[in-house]
């Protein structure tokens, strides 16, 4: 079945390192990626996105990168600091504008990212 | 920004009884919103697809007897866990997509639901 996966489960990091969480994606008919921050007991916070005709988009002091020949996502935090300690989910959009799975998330299976001071 | 409220923000029920869940969007109106569940260190899996005025979407595997959906409003969509059981112990999220913006979605803060 279609799934988005992640290749490392835990991250750990000093402070004032670059983080970089990766993902894999199954779907190549997904259009859009969302990168997901959740601290423990809340939701999960929209970080950056990215739509598949872009490879890379940056935000404050994230980027995210998209590989569609090998259906990879990255995201890469500048300067980690401590609040950025957190577990970190890409999703995938499934399938394109107007078809039957178009709106619904697929979840990564996360990474948890500790970020040492 | 857009904001997602969900209530009760967690709950504790006796297994057999029901528990209802709410989620609304506060500033925007959300003809689609979508229910997850999440077990502890797991991620989100997409419960069922909520569209105001119809029917609900379920995925596959998940029991749409047991787990009611209502959107009745634009703003408000119900998620209500009959006859609860100690494994239907978890944490549900919403999220709620804008109507006018396609593919924008906002999610809740959670609830956590533990049945004893």
């Known amino acids: 079945g279609e799934s988005v996966g992640l290749h490392l489960p835990t991250l750990s990091v000093q402070e004032g390192d670059n983080s970089i969480i990766n993902c894999a994606y199954s779907n190549s008919a997904s259009d859009y990626f969302i990168w997901y921050k959740q601290e423990s007991g809340k939701g999960p916070q929209f970080i950056i996105d990215?739509?598949?005709?872009?490879d890379k988009r940056q935000g404050q002091r994230v980027t995210v990168l998209l590989n569609k020949t090998v259906k990879h996502l990255s995201l890469q935090i500048a300067a980690t600091q401590p609040g950025d300690s957190a577990v970190y989910f890409c999703a995938e959009n499934g399938g394109k504008a107007g078809g039957t799975s178009y709106g619904k998330l697929t979840f990564g299976q996360g990474t948890i990212l500790t970020v040492h001071p | 920004g857009a904001v997602v409220s969900q209530h009760p923000s967690w709950v504790i029920c006796k297994s057999g009884t029901s528990v209802k869940i709410e989620c609304r969007s506060l500033?925007?109106?959300?003809?689609?919103m979508f229910w997850y569940r999440q077990f502890p260190k797991q991620s989100l899996m997409l419960m069922a697809t909520?569209?105001?005025?119809?029917?609900?979407?379920?995925e596959q595997g998940v029991e749409k007897d047991k787990f009611l959906i209502n959107h009745a409003s634009l703003t408000l969509s119900t998620l209500t866990v009959t006859s609860a059981h100690p494994e239907d112990s978890s944490f549900y999220i919403c999220s709620a997509r804008d109507s006018r913006l396609a593919g924008e979605q906002y999610f809740g803060p959670g609830t956590r639901l533990t049945v004893t």
């Open positions: 909520s569209n105001e005025g119809s029917k609900a979407t379920y």
């Open positions: 500033d925007f109106q959300a003809t689609t």
């Open positions: 990215i739509r598949s005709n872009m």
